[in-house]
C-alpha cells in the first residue's frame, strides 16, 4: 500500500485544499479495497432496481443475500494465500526482482482458479442442487471472478496509478449498475449476471495493469510454491482474521433463530446484516486516514529505520529512527480515532433519518448504532495488525487475529442467547478486546525493537 501512498503524497505538496481534497479522496476510496466498493455498488444497485415498485421485490433481497455470501465465502477461501502472497512479493520487489511477480501471479491465479472451481462446483452440485441452473451457473462463475480479484487486488495500491485504479472501480461498478438496471425485468438472474460482468470487466481491467506494471518474459513460476516461500503465521493470520471478520455473520445465518432461508442453501439474518453492512460504509473516512498515514508515514520511517542498521550507522542514530517510528504510529493512530469519531458521531445523529431514507425498520437502529463504533475500532485493530507486519512480529499478529475469531464467535453466541437487545455487542466487544491487547503489545514490541533486531540479525 505504501506504493500508492507515497504518489498520494505529492498531491499534498501542491500546498492546496484542492490538492488535499484529492489526496484523501483517492486515498479513501483506494484504501478500502474492492469488498468495501462492492458493498456500496450492491447495495445501490439493489435500492435503485426497488425504486418506484413499490415493496421491494424478492429477487432483489435474493440477489443481495447472494452476493454477501459470494464476497463472505471469497475472503475467507483466499484469505491463506493473500497475506503470503502479498509477502513473497514485497520480498522479490525489495530484492529489485521484479521480473519474478507475473509469473507467480499468473500461478497463483491458475491454482485460485482450479481450487475456487472445484470447491463451487462440488457446493452447488450438492447443497444447491434445487435452485435454478443459471443461477448456480453464475454463482460459480462470480466466486471464481472474487478469488481471482482479491489476489490481483494486492498489486491495486503497488501500481502507483491512483488515477486508473479508479477509472478501473469506476468502469467495473458502473457496468454493473447500468447492466443491473437494464435487466432487472430478468430477475435475481439478470442482477446477479450484472454483476458478474461488472466484475470480470474489473478483473482484466486491474491485470492488464499489473501486467504492464510487472513485465516479464516468464509465462508462469511456482517459485512461491517452493520450500521456505510458504510461511504458516502468515497463512494462519490470513485465515483466522477474515474467519474473524465474518465468523459473527456466519453465526446469525446459520442459527435458525436469528435467520431466515433465502434461495437455497443461503440464509440471511436481516435485523443483523442490513445496519451492518450499512456500517461498514462508515470505514471509507477511516481507511484513507490508514493509507495516508500508517502505510506512507511510518513506512517510510521503517525503511529509514532499516537502512540505519543496514549501513552501520550510529545507536543513536538508530534509536532516533525508531522514536520516530513510534511517533508516526502514534500520530496515525490517533488520526485514525479522531476522523473515525467524528465520521461516527455524524451517523449516531443521522441514523434515524438515513435508515428511515433507506426504508429501513426502527429495530435496525440501536444495531446500526452499536456496530458503527464496532467497525470504527476494527480499522484501528487493521492498523495494529500492519504495524505488527511491518515489524515481522507474526506470532503476536496471529495471536491477535486467533484471539479476534475465537472471541468474536463466543460473544456472538451468547448475545444471540439473550436476545435482540444484544445483537452486535459480540462483534464490537471482540474488537474492543483485541484492539486494546494490541495496542499494549505494540508498545512493548517498540521497546524491545533494536533489541530483537540486532538479536535476528546474529
Known amino acids: 500500500m505504501a506504493g500508492i501512498g507515497f504518489e498520494l503524497r505529492r498531491l499534498l505538496r501542491q500546498d492546496s485544499y484542492l490538492g488535499l481534497l484529492r489526496a484523501y479522496g483517492y486515498a479513501a476510496l483506494i484504501g478500502s479495497g474492492p469488498w468495501v466498493i462492492s458493498i456500496l455498488a450492491v447495495m445501490t444497485l439493489g435500492i435503485l432496481a426497488a425504486a418506484g415498485q413499490g415493496d421491494s421485490p424478492v429477487y432483489i433481497t435474493d440477489f443481495l443475500v447472494s452476493v454477501t455470501w459470494l464476497v463472505a465465502g471469497s475472503l475467507i477461501f483466499t484469505g491463506p494465500l493473500q497475506l503470503t502472497f502479498t509477502r513473497f512479493t514485497a520480498d522479490r520487489l525489495y530484492e529489485g526482482r521484479n521480473d519474478e511477480v507475473l509469473p507467480s501471479l499468473k500461478a497463483v491465479l491458475t491454482l485460485t482458479t482450479v481450487a475456487a472451481l472445484l470447491a463451487a462446483i462440488t457446493i452447488a452440485s450438492t447443497l444447491a ?174 525503511q529509514r529505520y532499516d537502512l540505519a542498521i543496514r549501513s552501520g550507522r550510529s545507536l543513536e542514530e538508530i534509536e532516533s529512527w525508531r522514536r520516530a517510528m513510534v511517533i508516526s504510529v502514534r500520530r496515525g493512530i490517533y488520526d485514525i480515532i479522531k476522523v473515525q469519531g467524528v465520521t461516527v458521531a455524524a451517523l449516531l445523529l443521522a441514523g434515524p433519518h438515513l435508515l428511515e431514507a433507506l426504508g429501513f425498520s426502527d429495530w435496525n437502529l440501536p444495531i446500526f448504532n452499536l456496530l458503527l463504533v464496532a467497525v470504527a475500532i476494527q480499522v484501528l485493530f487493521l492498523a495494529i495488525l500492519n504495524v505488527l507486519f511491518y515489524l515481522d512480529r507474526l506470532t503476536p499478529a496471529l495471536w491477535l487475529c486467533v484471539a479476534f475469531c475465537a472471541s468474536n464467535l463466543g460473544f456472538t453466541l451468547i448475545t444471540q442467547h439473550l436476545g435482540p437487545d444484544y445483537y452486535g455487542y459480540g462483534y464490537a466487544l471482540s474488537l474492543l478486546l483485541v484492539a486494546v491487547i494490541g495496542l499494549l503489545r505494540l508498545d512493548r514490541e517498540f521497546q524491545r525493537l533494536t533489541f530483537h533486531t540486532f538479536m535476528r540479525r546474529r
Not at 182 to 187: A, E, V
Not at 209 to 228: A, D, F, I
Request: glycine share 8%; with cysteine.
Open 129 to 302: 442442487d434445487t435452485s435454478p441452473l443459471a443461477y448456480r451457473v453464475l454463482m460459480v462463475m462470480g466466486f471464481v471472478l472474487l478469488c481471482n480479484l482479491w489476489c490481483v487486488a494486492v498489486f491495486v495500491a503497488g501500481v502507483k496509478r491512483y488515477r486508473q485504479v479508479l477509472a478501473a472501480f469506476a468502469l467495473g461498478y458502473a457496468t454493473t449498475l447500468g447492466l443491473g438496471l437494464c435487466w432487472q425485468g430478468l430477475g435475481i438472474t439478470g442482477l446477479l449476471g450484472a454483476f458478474v460482468i461488472g466484475q470480470t470487466l474489473l478483473l482484466f481491467v486491474l491485470l492488464a495493469m499489473v501486467t504492464r506494471h510487472y513485465p516479464s518474459k516468464r509465462p508462469w513460476s511456482l517459485t512461491l510454491l517452493m520450500h521456505g516461500r510458504w510461511q504458516p503465521k502468515l497463512v494462519a493470520i490470513g485465515l483466522f482474521y477474515n474467519l474473524g471478520v465474518w465468523i459473527d455473520k456466519l453465526a446469525f445465518w446459520f442459527h435458525p433463530a436469528t435467520s431466515v432461508p433465502m434461495i437455497p442453501p443461503l440464509r440471511a439474518a436481516p435485523l443483523y446484516d442490513l445496519p451492518l453492512f450499512l456500517a461498514y460504509l462508515s470505514i471509507v473516512p477511516g481507511m484513507a486516514i490508514f493509507l495516508m498515514r500508517i502505510e506512507t508515514d511510518f513506512a517510510l520511517n521503517c
